[in-house]
């Protein structure tokens, strides 16, 4: 595991999101380590988080502070709020862009974290996830907490994302998760185009259908991200001697580059295929899942 930097960031702002959240807080890790360490032989191989090389990760103490610039974002902000994709009522706040709260859990109070979001009158938190991480159970977060897991079809999770929770572990842990009162969504991210894809989902969709209840249906709601690649990280995946998962992400042929807001020059799938893959997913989510998709892109 890399080194770890307990530090005061002076980087607080709460800023407007619009997708994943209505705005994303200041980091209170910046790093990840299933995706930063050379020492570790299973990295998440398509995260952004592992696309600037850090050499530390980072602990952010100033916990309250991040926790106020939240509240200053909103307090202009009417309530109950105008309805969006994101939720009807409340602000919802990313609080783990640039890290996995499960995995990093041991490195920091989240359930103080949580309980500021559970507590405040017009603010509620969300993270996304790859781990299941049963002490959520032991928390009543008021259905103020919202859980994303990121799903993809298990065979793509063996390549791209060794090392995490195996799908149907996440699946199941979604059920629990409801039940104990978390509002719990799905991020199908990222969506990678080969030629079984369709398959591949269409069996992913079949496990997801036996094993959440229609309860937990009609409050979710999908994220569903097709595939951003970054010629950095495919860069730093080669020196780690990562090639396998490069086969899938690195296919420059049906790719073109693109300016992320945050992320800078990267690959996405090109213009044409990919506006008939994302009418392909979502004829497919229609037909097969039918849970509500909040955005695609």
């Not at 309530?79 to 920091?108: A, G, L, R």
């Not at 949580?114 to 405040?120: P, R």
């Not at 978390?182 to 036996?210: A, G, M, R, V």
């Not at 001697?241 to 807001?261: A, G, M, R, Y």
Request: one cysteine or more.
């Amino acid at each position: 595991m890399k080194i770890i930097k307990y530090q005061k960031t002076k980087t607080i702002i709460c800023k407007e999101n619009g997708r994943s959240a209505d705005y994303t807080s200041a980091n209170f890790i910046l790093g990840c380590a299933n995706t930063q360490s050379n020492e570790y032989d299973n990295p998440c191989s398509y995260c952004y988080v592992a696309r600037f090389g850090r050499k530390l990760i980072y602990i952010n103490t100033n916990t309250d502070e991040i926790l106020n610039q939240c509240d200053l974002a909103i307090k202009d902000e009417i309530f109950p709020k105008k309805p969006n994709q994101i939720d009807d009522t409340y602000y919802y706040v990313d609080i783990s862009c640039d890290t996995d709260i499960n995995y990093m859990w041991k490195h920091y109070n989240w359930f103080y974290v949580f309980n500021y979001f559970k507590n405040h009158p017009k603010l509620a938190a969300t993270f996304a996830t790859k781990w299941v991480n049963n002490k959520l159970l032991d928390y009543e977060p008021n259905n103020k907490i919202r859980v994303r897991m990121s799903l993809m079809p298990e065979i793509i999770r063996q390549i791209l994302e060794k090392g995490t929770s195996p799908i149907i572990n996440r699946i199941k842990f979604l059920e629990k998760l409801y039940k104990a009162g978390y509002s719990t969504h799905i991020n199908f991210s990222p969506i990678i185009y080969q030629p079984n894809w369709i398959e591949d989902y269409k069996e992913l969709f079949k496990i997801i259908n036996n094993e959440v209840s229609d309860d937990f249906k009609k409050q979710c709601g999908l994220e569903c991200i097709f595939l951003t690649h970054n010629e950095n990280l495919h860069n730093i995946n080669l020196s780690k001697n990562i090639e396998q998962p490069e086969l899938l992400l690195w296919t420059p042929n049906i790719q073109e580059t693109k300016v992320s807001l945050y992320g800078g020059n990267n690959v996405r799938y090109k213009y044409n295929l990919k506006y008939k893959l994302v009418n392909e997913f979502t004829n497919l989510v229609k037909s097969d899942l039918n849970i509500p998709i909040r955005y695609i892109f």
